[in-house]
């Protein structure tokens, strides 16, 4: 208030001196910078609900459809064009149109219009051209209900927004930066959009989730309908080629190839990921090698892929549309209802006019009908004046328009003179009854699509799936992510090293003691022989403290790590002994591990990754009267409690020294593991399917679909493929059994076999490609059923149950197996095993292996069992064909 009056004062006084009028800066941003500010918002940056364009999304448009005569314009043409409505320059008209163009959608494009895969930019404006697509002219533009304004210069009409009827908005997505706020909707899924709008107007509920054009994975759990604070994370889809080979065949949204490759580049630079090269063979569609090197994990590297570049990223939507020329932040679901709503509007207002065109058009042709058949015509032939003719018309109609709809106007009057004689002679007037009908059953059609508008709508939106819903399904696969933990895959770049009597670690230390390799993003964990405690990061020299006893890289959560430890309480103080995890800390603190007296050290300390716990002996110094200088401690024998803990009394008397007796074994539990099938990841947090309780010795067994078994040691990084049938607790002694197809001998064939080799994938089926695994099982005593075809003219033959233990011996793992059948095959079902107590751990069990291909003829087996709990690959075998047999092949019949 005191600066408006103050440039009031100063504008009186000098228009009293005759000056100019003098405005304050001040007085000049608040009223420039809101109206540009204004304008910025609603004439360029954010969409209107109504129709989802921008300015100049909408003048692209309207000047398409200006031109539009079936055939393709230059878009340079039509960027001149759309100037005569948008008061900017031609690079933004073209930019926006590329923009358009590339969603293929409103556009039917032609010429090189760029690549969202590679980042390729559009050819110049003058090599390209472009016409409205068919989706357009159906869905964006009907001119009897768009409301219209004039241009920026008054020269021509705009429309103020174009009658979509169709969640544009939401099928596209929109991006922009205003003055004080920002849009970012993201692009979804054009017939789920359709089937949302379908079931609004029913009434039920509905959930939509972004769909890129550049595929990927993506995230939705906190997507939040597209309002402020939600986000979803996008990732790139990589699979493994080979051993030393990844694929990327889909990217996340917001990257191209170029970029993506790029920050694999300075990632592996960096020393985050380590890669040999790089191949980009793109085209139509991504593909982008990664090569590994030799003895790099390709499981680590895919996670470290996500963690360390642009395969994994972050987008926070944020809803802002205009309604009303002003700016309103709501969810998708939203809007989606408000332009379901508003195409009802449009659907209602097109009804409208189309009845009351039909039903002026009934009217006129009943008049016209009237004026012919009663030969009113002639009434006119002594007139000689047109209010005479006009006059001798009406009177010659009145006796027959009762039956109309409304009364007859002088404009009705004079459309009738206008018929030429060649229309009348010719006149037919069972054709012209015909016209009067039809007209009658397409008003009453109309009237029923209005007196029924929400059924009406929902066949509109069907008949545009039906029309142009194929080839638009869905490209983003939605899935839950699991966390990456950055420290677990980021590779070793750097080593550690300590001076540990000077109290200094650090990477840069080259001429002192080397701990481990580490990476520039670990946390280490230090501990000196005063009986402190200190996490840092790693860094090129750090200092810790005098008399270092202990570094290593620090696992956050390490339930596993136990500390065992033996210190002296402060001078002349007792010996005590405690055992203790480190989980989770505050970095660069110092924590004591001692009561904290002042003179307290560590007489002994071990840090054991398994929870280990070993012999030591305790040696006392001689004092006094002590009898026993000297016995055994064991570790197992001590709980295993916090850090904070003083411990358990070892003795109060002087140590000598300490010494390792023997080491010792785990004292921890066996680590349970869960199989969690949304992410297909292994975790400890009883997520999924349990798989069993692990040691380190114990391994996982894997088998696809592809004949493939190989163990593995189980680390929660592993990753696995879409393909795997078997993920469960290797048993080394537990046999498998197989029943494969033979695409070479076009015979079905069983095995049984043992894993014979640790981490190797081995192919236990043939390698013909018409070769495929139908059945595999892990029980001891598994049991099939064979169902067999029904021959024409003929009855089937009876499904036969077969017992693979007795049918097959155990056999090595490259054997062919024997023959099962040479019927054909209808369907083969593993049935409930046999009962078969499993040996426990001391038991020896001893199962002899057979070289050979063939073994004595299986026995058959008639008992039927009920259903069956084997694994199978699900693959059909219907009439598969059968082959006279080979000679020395066993078969069952």
Request: proline share 4%.
């Amino acid at each position: 208030m005191e600066e408006n009056e103050e440039v009031n004062e100063v504008q009186e006084e000098d228009q009293a001196g005759g000056g100019e009028a003098l405005v304050r800066v001040t007085g000049m941003y608040k009223d420039w910078f809101l109206d540009y500010a204004s304008y910025v918002i609603l004439e360029r940056a954010v969409p209107a609900i109504e129709d989802g364009f921008k300015p100049v999304q909408r003048r692209i448009m309207h000047s398409l459809k200006e031109l539009d005569d079936g055939r393709y314009n230059k878009v340079a043409n039509v960027v001149g064009h759309t100037m005569q409505y948008h008061p900017h320059g031609d690079a933004s008209i073209g930019d926006a149109m590329v923009q358009i163009g590339q969603k293929d959608l409103l556009i039917d494009t032609q010429g090189n219009w760029g690549n969202i895969l590679t980042g390729d930019r559009a050819a110049a404006s003058r090599y390209i051209e472009a016409r409205l697509s068919k989706f357009a002219l159906d869905v964006v533009f009907s001119p009897k209900i768009t409301e219209w304004q004039m241009s920026y210069d008054g020269r021509k009409k705009e429309p103020v927004n174009l009658p979509v009827k169709f969640p544009l908005l939401l099928a596209q997505g929109a991006e922009g930066i205003a003055v004080g706020l920002s849009t970012k909707i993201l692009p979804h899924n054009f017939n789920e959009l359709i089937d949302a709008s379908i079931k609004h107007l029913r009434g039920q509920r509905f959930k939509l989730f972004p769909d890129f054009p550049t595929a990927g994975i993506i995230d939705v759990t906190n997507y939040n309908e597209g309002l402020r604070g939600g986000k979803i994370r996008v990732r790139a889809k990589i699979s493994q080629l080979d051993k030393k080979t990844l694929v990327i065949n889909e990217i996340p949204y917001g990257t191209n190839t170029s970029s993506l490759i790029d920050s694999i580049l300075k990632a592996n630079d960096k020393g985050k990921i380590k890669i040999k090269k790089i191949e980009d063979n793109t085209a139509a569609d991504v593909e982008i090698l990664v090569h590994i090197p030799t003895g790099i994990s390709p499981d680590k590297t895919i996670d470290a892929l996500y963690a360390f570049t642009s395969c994994e990223s972050s987008i926070s939507p944020l809803g802002c549309i205009i309604e009303d020329n002003k700016p309103l932040f709501i969810g998708v679901r939203e809007m989606l209802q408000r332009s379901t709503d508003y195409t009802v509007e449009l659907l209602k207002a097109e009804l409208e006019i189309q009845l009351s065109e039909l039903e002026e058009q009934w009217h006129f042709a009943s008049l016209e009908r009237i004026f012919i058949e009663k030969r009113i015509y002639r009434d006119i032939e002594e007139e000689e004046t047109w209010e005479g003719v006009i006059a001798a018309i009406d009177k010659g109609l009145k006796p027959h328009v009762k039956h109309l709809k409304r009364a007859v106007t002088e404009e009705d009057i004079v459309r009738l003179t206008e018929i030429r004689i060649k229309r009348i002679s010719k006149f037919d007037l069972d054709k012209a009854q015909q016209h009067i009908e039809s007209l009658e059953d397409r008003i009453a059609e109309t009237k029923n699509n209005l007196e029924n508008l929400i059924d009406f709508a929902i066949d509109y939106f069907k008949d545009l799936k039906k029309k142009y819903g194929k080839g638009r399904e869905r490209k983003s696969e939605i899935r839950i992510f699991d966390d990456i933990e950055a420290t677990k895959v980021v590779i070793r770049n750097t080593k550690l090293y300590v001076n540990r009597e000077e109290g200094f670690v650090g990477t840069s230390l080259r001429r002192d003691e080397y701990v481990t390799d580490c990476s520039d993003i670990d946390d280490i964990i230090v501990f000196t022989k005063n009986g402190e405690m200190m996490v840092t990061r790693v860094d090129a020299k750090t200092f810790i403290g005098k008399n270092i006893i202990h570094v290593a890289v620090f696992k956050k959560k390490d339930k596993r790590t136990t500390y065992n430890m033996i210190y002296k309480d402060g001078r002349g103080g007792a010996s005590y002994v405690k055992r203790f995890n480190v989980t989770a800390v505050t970095r660069d603190k110092s924590y004591s591990l001692t009561t904290g007296k002042p003179s307290s050290y560590v007489h002994y300390f071990s840090a054991n990754p398994n929870g280990e716990a070993e012999v030591v002996t305790v040696n006392l110094r001689q004092s006094g009267s002590i009898k026993k200088l000297k016995w055994d401690l064991d570790f197992a024998d001590v709980m295993i409690k916090g850090r904070g803990s003083k411990g358990n009394i070892v003795t109060k008397y002087p140590v000598k020294r300490i010494e390792l007796k023997e080491k010792g074994l785990s004292t921890l539990k066996p680590r349970k593991l869960w199989f969690d099938d949304t992410v297909q990841r292994l975790n400890v947090d009883e997520r999924g399917e349990l798989l069993g309780e692990f040691t380190s010795e114990d391994m996982l067994l894997l088998v696809n679909q592809k004949g493939i078994a190989k163990t593995v040691i189980p680390e929660v990084t592993m990753r696995f493929d879409d393909d795997i049938i078997v993920l469960e607790k290797w048993k080394p002694k537990k046999p498998l059994s197989a029943i494969y197809y033979d695409g070479d001998k076009e015979r079905y064939y069983v095995k049984r076999f043992l894993i014979e080799k640790e981490n190797k994938e081995e192919l236990f089926i043939t390698e013909h490609p018409k070769s495929f695994l139908e059945l595999i099982s892990t029980d001891w005593r598994p049991v099939i059923e064979i169902e067999f075809p029904k021959p024409r003219g003929k009855e089937a033959k009876p499904n036969l149950t077969v017992d693979l233990e007795d049918f097959i011996a155990i056999k090595g793992i490259k054997a062919l197996g024997n023959q099962l059948t040479s019927e054909k095959v209808k369907n083969i079902n593993a049935l409930e095993p046999l009962p078969y107590e499993e040996p426990k751990a001391h038991d020896t069990m001893e199962i002899e292996v057979v070289d050979e291909e063939n073994v004595a003829a299986p026995k058959e087996s008639l008992a039927k069992t009920p259903k069956s709990t084997a694994k199978t690959s699900g693959k059909s075998t219907a009439d598969d064909k059968g082959k006279n047999d080979e000679e020395g092949q066993t078969k069952l019949f």
